[in-house]
C-alpha cells in the first residue's frame, strides 16, 4: 500500500486535531458518522472490530486483524443501518484492510499538516463491540512505519 493509503489511516486524527476547537460538536458528528462497525457476514454476526469510511467512494480502512481472512463483511453504521461490503485489499505486515461499499457516505479524508508530537487528538471506533465510541488523547510520537 503507497503512502496515500497511510495518509488514510491516520486520518481521524489529522481531520480532528485542528478544527475540533472552533467547531466540536460538528466534528465528531461528521467523523462518528463515517464510522463503521464491522461484524462477521454469518448468522451470528459475530462483531469484529471498527473502521471509517474515507474519500466518497465507498471505501472503508480499518485493521487486517479486526478483518481476518473474511472476503466480505457486514457494516452497520451508527443509524443502525447495515450492508455488506467486500474485502479488496489486505496487508497483515502494515496492518491494514480496505473494504468497498456500494453504499456511499461522505467518509473523511487526508488533511495536511498533520499533527505535532504533544497536540491533543480524538479517535472513533467500538471498543469490545461498544459502539460509536470517543477517546481523547495525544500525539506521543512521529508517525512511523
Same mark, same amino acid.
Given at each position: 500500500? $503507497?503512502?496515500?493509503?497511510?495518509?488514510?489511516?491516520?486520518?481521524?486524527?489529522?481531520?480532528?486535531?485542528?478544527?475540533?476547537?472552533?467547531?466540536?460538536?460538528?466534528?465528531?458528528?461528521?467523523? /462518528?458518522?463515517?464510522? +463503521?462497525?464491522?461484524?462477521?457476514?454469518?448468522?451470528?454476526?459475530?462483531?469484529?472490530?471498527? $473502521?471509517?469510511?474515507?474519500?466518497?467512494?465507498?471505501?472503508?480502512?480499518?485493521?487486517?486483524?479486526?478483518?481476518?481472512?473474511?472476503?466480505?463483511?457486514?457494516?452497520?453504521?451508527? @443509524? $443502525?443501518?447495515?450492508? &455488506?461490503?467486500?474485502?479488496?485489499?489486505? @496487508?497483515?505486515?502494515? @496492518?491494514?484492510?480496505?473494504?468497498?461499499?456500494? +453504499?456511499?457516505?461522505?467518509? /473523511?479524508?487526508?488533511?495536511?499538516?498533520?499533527? @505535532?508530537?504533544?497536540?491533543? &487528538?480524538?479517535?472513533?471506533?467500538?471498543?469490545?463491540?461498544?459502539?460509536?465510541?470517543?477517546?481523547? $488523547?495525544?500525539?506521543?510520537?512521529?508517525?512511523?512505519?
Amino acid at each position: 500500500m $503507497g503512502n496515500r493509503m497511510w495518509r488514510a489511516v491516520l486520518t481521524l486524527i489529522v481531520l480532528l486535531s485542528g478544527p475540533l476547537q472552533a467547531a466540536p460538536n460538528s466534528v465528531l458528528k461528521r467523523a /462518528l458518522d463515517a464510522t +463503521v462497525m464491522i461484524l462477521r457476514d454469518d448468522i451470528d454476526e459475530t462483531f469484529l472490530g471498527s $473502521g471509517f469510511y474515507y474519500g466518497d467512494e465507498g471505501l472503508i480502512l480499518s485493521n487486517a486483524h479486526v478483518i481476518e481472512d473474511e472476503t466480505a463483511v457486514l457494516l452497520e453504521l451508527r @443509524d $443502525g443501518t447495515r450492508h &455488506v461490503a467486500r474485502v479488496v485489499a489486505r @496487508d497483515a505486515k502494515r @496492518d491494514i484492510a480496505v473494504l468497498q461499499s456500494e +453504499v456511499l457516505r461522505p467518509g /473523511l479524508i487526508s488533511a495536511e499538516p498533520s499533527p @505535532d508530537i504533544g497536540q491533543p &487528538v480524538y479517535a472513533m471506533g467500538a471498543p469490545l463491540g461498544i459502539g460509536f465510541t470517543v477517546s481523547r $488523547g495525544i500525539i506521543a510520537a512521529d508517525p512511523r512505519q
